[in-house]
């Protein structure tokens, strides 16, 4: 499909038209969130992104944590089938950056703050980067970019896409706007027939030949060998005590949480909590209100070796929440108690942990319901439920167990669709036979 240049047109002329009003709050607000603040100058496209010698050249895109997680295993597959491949590694959120950052990453790589999707910033880093094949995980889809890359010739991948029922009403609004958004694409793969449907429907005859859906790259992230018991010191946790891990929660969640953990402790004893906000800035706002509840918490990034944990640990920290869950008798998964959409459910299933998640899974409605169906996870609808599971769990430890070994099991028969990722780019790379 050409590049619409009526509506490119529209779309950077609404934006030169709108830029001077806007841009002085957008760079407060940049400049005010943690997670914005410091990259700002390279989302303007300012800097320039290290050279390497290599072939072929691959950018990969991730909006941020969730986004670089399920990218791992797309990252690895790719190195493996082009071990002299360079690779440009992108995200839009300084979380994004550090994650990808503390990652093993292949020795020809560079990461970098995606630009805005402003045409001048966008171009200068296609021509300067060069990419043989461009691939966006999920989300973060621009006009700008991608019709550019398209216009440069460099095929472009959708990778891990997703669209809610409520995301497909809301384009179904506005006619081409799916064409406009989708259609720079040269293959767009999501993570289940039901996404992939979705899609079909606001594409209409340009989605033939263009989807496939292979399954979710998530379930080749981890390889479940974070299961068991073991390492609680390293986290200030007793080694005797049942842990309970809430991950991912958000504003409106966290005091439902520490309400059934709570009312858990009075009804089944000791207990252990370590609760995940899924923003780590918000460690310390977390921390305040269960104060305020009672509790008494410990910050995980002030946390001292050989200090003991009272209860509560706030994990205001990357990259260690899935090692807490491989320590815990049951799980829950936030932002599905608050109307976000939820959040990864497969770590925790992979760590062979009981899977516990509200009724908001918008986002992750497939694994939520394969996953029930599978007996590895459960919906709670208030935190009365929740604690209620808790407990249930706590009490009848062959019944966790047996949870556990499902939810693992669930995940381990859904791997290797990073592999046909490699089949993709071989493919549009020109190198399949």
Known sequence: MRPPRGALLTYNAIQLALLPAAAPPLALYALARR?????????LGLGRVAARKGSPRFWIHALSVGEVNASSPLLDALSDAWPHAVFYLSASTASGLATLQNRKLPERAEVFALPYDLFFSVQRRIAEIRPDLFIVVE?????????????????????????????????RRLPGLARFLYGGFDRIVMQSQEDATRLKSLLGGLAEGLLAAPGNLKYDKLAGSTAGRGGEASFGLPADV???????????????????????????????????PRDPGRGPEVAALAEKMGLCPVLRSRWREGEMVKGLLVLDTLGELIHCYGLATAAFVGGSLCPVGGHDLLEPASAGVPVLFGPHVESCFEAAREL????????????????????????????????????????????????KYVDIAGELLGELD
């Open 372 to 419: 029930e169906e599978a007996g590895g996870g459960m919906e709670v609808g208030t935190w009365q439920e929740l604690a209620a599971a808790w407990k249930r769990l706590l009490t009848d430890g062959e019944a966790a167990r047996e949870m556990g070994r499902r939810a693992m099991a669930f995940v381990d028969s859904r791997r290797g669709v990073a592999r």
């Open 139 to 171: 989300t973060d889809i621009w006009p700008n970019l991608i019709w550019g890359l398209r216009a440069a010739g460099v095929p472009t991948v959708l990778a891990n896409g997703s669209i809610s029922s409520t995301a497909a009403r809301r384009l």
């Open 35 to 43: 997670k914005y603040r410091g990259i700002v100058a390279q989302r």
């Open 242 to 276: 049942p842990v309970l891990v809430a991950g991912s929660t958000h504003p409106g969640e966290e005091e439902q949480v520490f309400r059934a953990f709570m009312t858990l402790r009075a009804d089944a004893g000791p207990v252990q909590l370590v609760l995940a």
